[in-house]
């Protein structure tokens, strides 16, 4: 273990970044928020963050230090999070089943890629307004549809 350097542990799909952000350090520049993954010595995969600077003395580099932390998990669960939100997508666009959201204190709506296609539109960035959303209920169901909405937020259900 005494051998190894830094890009000896290193997995090999980060070892580009992390050499390009090496020689940020190594030219003065403090590194911040660096992610790679890492080959713990019993072969385990691990994901760290951090950030890394150097000491120059009279311009030459005399101390290297970096400060990481094991984001392993984090990393596990923010995966876990992109499938389970493709899943989700995938159901709804086989079943054409859409969902949306209203956040009360700002106001704003958030449609899933279904719900746009169930009104014939493109998915974008963000949701029509509360005003926009209402003009794709049918007229004659809007004030049905406006007493149930403010019920609920009211009520402080979905």
């Known amino acids: 273990m005494a051998k190894l350097n830094l890009f000896d542990i ?14 940020q350090v190594m030219s003065g520049e403090k590194v911040d928020q660096l992610k790679a993954e890492l080959i713990t010595k019993q072969g385990n995969k691990i994901w760290v963050e951090g950030n890394a600077n150097c ?9 290297n230090r970096g400060i990481f932390r094991d984001i392993t998990k984090r990393m596990q669960a923010e995966e876990a999070l ?17 969902s949306w959201t209203f956040d009360v204190v700002t106001k704003r709506m958030s449609w899933s890629d279904e719900m746009f296609r169930i009104y014939g ?22 004030k049905k549809w406006e007493k149930k909405f403010n019920k609920a937020i009211a009520d402080g259900e979905a």
């Open 10 to 23: 290193i997995h090999p799909d980060c070892k580009e970044e992390v050499s390009a952000r090496w020689k």
């Open 55 to 63: 000491k120059f003395v009279e311009g030459i580099a005399v101390a």
């Open 82 to 98: 992109r499938q389970s939100e493709y899943n989700l997508a995938e159901a709804q666009k086989i079943a054409h089943v859409g």
């Open 121 to 142: 539109m493109y998915p974008r960035l963000s949701a029509p307004t509360y005003a926009e959303q209402l003009q794709h209920v049918h007229y004659q169901d809007r």
